[in-house]
């Protein structure tokens, strides 16, 4: 008990540095607050960032010292409380935009907040949605958080396929009114974050119907809660999904309505639009209502990138720390981070992280820039848009969640503790796979995207955008020992077009054997999955190499350093799929990335440091600034509500009658 109480003590009072981390700093061959300088938006906002950070480090709403402890009524209740805290802490920033609330919570708030869905889905598809009149109504109330919404969209019986939702929308002229109703158990809205038991207004899609015929899903603003009460409104019945794999502090929720009437203009009517007597008027392009849930993605690749940059941060420095070898007596074993396969397995992930980051401050300017046409009345980007970022999604969160895992089990047994920050985080990160589109489904869009680019290049129209190489020529470039970025894009160019080629001769296959287009196309998915792919893998590619391309990088110290990452992150991707990429030099890419792996880890502690994550927000004994991950163990297990007794009650109620009767 004296031992426990000294290492109690020891862990809580200021611990030193742990010397393997000092040494792995002091190898960095770049000013690190300059890179984090670029991550964060420039010196002036990062130095904003921290104000704020810190102002929450001493407020006790954010302490997360029972983090691991709480029941999930407990996290939701806590989780509340830190966003409502977060949004007047955001009220001194000069932004409060949608994007800024995000980026503040990504970077203040390590779990999902109840809010989230607010400002993700309700506030853009409002903004893009709304007609003029509606959005002077309804953005004052939303942006200042006097009604609080959601985005129900997913139904019990459909989700990702729109066009089946049930949930009916059916206009009455003579009251000028919809009246929304579930009619099958099926129809009910199953999902939907924020629904269960916070939002009071939710933006419903539903399939519009009036003058006796259906006109496909449209999006309806309804109020569901009394804003006094908060109680459910007649006719609706809400409440939550029940316990989930992660997401703990979200309300996930369901949402059934009973013949619920609501006036004419709660249908969003900025494109398409039904008059009073009833009259359906089309919108200009079949595309224009994916406004909000092209943002959404957007933003998904930004959040890819955030998880990645927590995950790596907990490894690579526990990697650092940790040493593990047989070696005589007295002499160190070896950090974890010197052996090669330590590297091969997390380095590529540091890689992605920063990939991840550059591809969404690109894929979210074009967001904008195409929102900015849609409002000049053009329309030309949407479809390539929505298409890259159909495929965007689905390679992003498949290698994200993947990668998460691969941080926990390059941590050993350790890993595996909560106390890592690892489990909780791959929980929560793992639905993105399947929210705001299932992923397979998302790629074989982004490929029937791909097949229609192909087709108009093939008839001499000159294809623009992430498409633009199914217009060019493409060929297998030189391997050589020392590639470039440039020609390794050149590669993923000439893989991607040959996999659409592949695309289709398989699809006229298919048809020359009788079957019909849809056949066809669900015989040739492997395929399609593969050609989406690849053109994901390539538009990040290009995106990272652009912004290598950039002055606010290319003038930098931390200019090499970050060109090693992008040439580790195109040689990765190509290693895992040699037999995709024409003349591949197999041999040649393996000894180039084997060289990458040991420069880059000279640099691995340094490079995650510039994400500059705090203690507080990792949560994780592994992954602190400090590196004193043994003593964090020791002391965040001492907080187990089982060491409250030195006897249990389930050992006194079951165990000790047993061990103490008379035989």
């Not at 709480?70 to 955001?90: E, G, I, N």
């Not at 809660?225 to 409104?233: E, G, S």
């Not at 990697?319 to 974890?336: F, L, N, S, Y």
């Not at 040959?498 to 395929?527: D, F, M, W």
Request: net charge neutral; proline share 4%; aromatic share 8%.
């Amino acid at each position: 008990s004296d031992l426990l109480a000294s290492l109690c003590l020891s862990s809580q009072e200021q611990l030193q540095m742990n010397p393997d981390l000092t040494a792995e700093r002091q190898r960095a061959a770049f000013q690190v607050e300059g890179l984090t300088h670029l991550l964060y938006g420039g010196a002036e906002r990062h130095a904003r960032v921290c104000q704020v950070r810190d102002k929450m480090a001493a407020d006790p709403v954010f302490n997360n010292e029972d983090y691991y402890f709480l029941s999930r009524q407990q996290r939701h209740f806590r989780a509340m409380d830190k966003v409502t805290r977060l949004v007047q802490y955001a009220r001194t920033l000069p932004r409060t935009d949608a994007d800024e609330l995000l980026t503040l919570q990504r970077h203040f708030i390590r779990e999902e907040v109840p809010l989230s869905l607010h400002w993700v889905m309700f506030l853009p598809t409002l903004e893009s949605q709304c007609s003029e009149e509606q959005a002077r109504h309804w953005l004052p109330l939303a942006k200042s958080f006097r009604i609080i919404g959601t985005y129900a969209q997913t139904e019990l019986g459909h989700g990702t396929n729109v066009q089946g939702l049930e949930t009916t929308a059916t206009y009455d002229p003579q009251t000028r009114e919809f009246v929304l109703h579930s009619p099958t158990l099926t129809s009910t809205k199953w999902w939907p974050g924020n629904l269960g038991k916070t939002c009071t207004h939710c933006i419903v899609m539903a399939q519009l119907r009036t003058q006796g015929k259906s006109h496909g899903t449209h999006p309806f603003i309804v109020q569901l809660r009394d804003l006094a009460t908060h109680q459910p409104l007649p006719g609706i019945t809400v409440g939550d999904i029940g316990p989930k794999m992660g997401y703990d502090t979200i309300d996930n929720g369901f949402l059934r309505f009973d013949h619920v009437r609501i006036p004419r203009d709660h249908m969003l009517m900025r494109f398409a639009q039904v008059t009073e007597d009833g009259a359906y008027v089309r919108p200009p392009h079949k595309k224009i209502g994916y406004g909000a849930m092209m943002y959404v993605r957007a933003h998904m690749v930004l959040a890819a990138s955030r998880a990645l940059q927590v995950a790596t941060t907990i490894a690579v420095r526990y990697a650092a720390v940790r040493r593990q070898e047989i070696v005589p007596h007295g002499q160190k074993e070896k950090q974890i981070l010197d052996y090669t396969m330590q590297q091969y397995q997390l380095l590529p992930v540091v890689a992605a992280a920063y990939a991840f980051f550059f591809t969404g401050q690109d894929i979210l300017e074009q967001y904008r820039t195409s929102q900015g046409q849609v409002t000049s009345g053009k329309y030309d980007s949407l479809g390539d848009l929505h298409g890259t970022l159909s495929g965007l999604k689905c390679f992003v969160t498949t290698l994200t969640s993947e990668a998460i895992e691969t941080c926990r089990r390059c941590c050993g047994g350790h890993g595996y503790s909560l106390f890592s920050g690892l489990p909780t985080l791959y929980a929560d990160y793992a639905p993105a796979a399947t929210y705001e589109g299932e992923n397979v489904v998302m790629a074989l869009q982004c490929a029937r995207h791909l097949l229609k680019m192909y087709a108009a290049a093939q008839k001499g129209v000159a294809v623009t955008g992430a498409t633009s190489y199914l217009s060019c020529s493409t060929t297998a470039p030189q391997y050589t020992a020392q590639m470039s970025l440039p020609a390794l894009i050149r590669a993923f160019e000439h893989r991607a077009k040959n996999l659409v080629e592949t695309c289709v001769k398989v699809l006229q296959g298919c048809i020359s054997r009788g079957q019909t287009p849809q056949q066809a196309a669900n015989s040739t998915a492997i395929e399609l999955v593969r050609a989406a792919t690849a053109h994901s893998e390539l538009f990040v590619v290009k995106a990272f190499a652009a912004a290598l391309g950039k002055p606010s990088i290319a003038s930098k110290d931390f200019s090499a350093p970050l060109q090693n990452l992008g040439l580790l992150f195109a040689l990765h991707l190509m290693e895992k799929s040699p037999h995709e990429f024409e003349k591949l030099n197999l041999t040649l890419v393996r000894e180039q990335l084997r060289d990458l792996l040991a420069v880059v880890r000279d640099q691995a502690v340094a490079l995650v440091d510039a994400f500059d994550i705090s203690d507080q927000y990792l949560c994780s004994a592994l992954g602190r600034k400090d590196g004193n991950v043994y003593e964090a163990l020791f002391e965040m297990a001492q907080r187990e509500p089982l060491n409250e007794h030195a006897v249990v009650p389930a050992v006194q109620a079951f165990l000790l009658p047993r061990l103490t009767a008379k035989l």
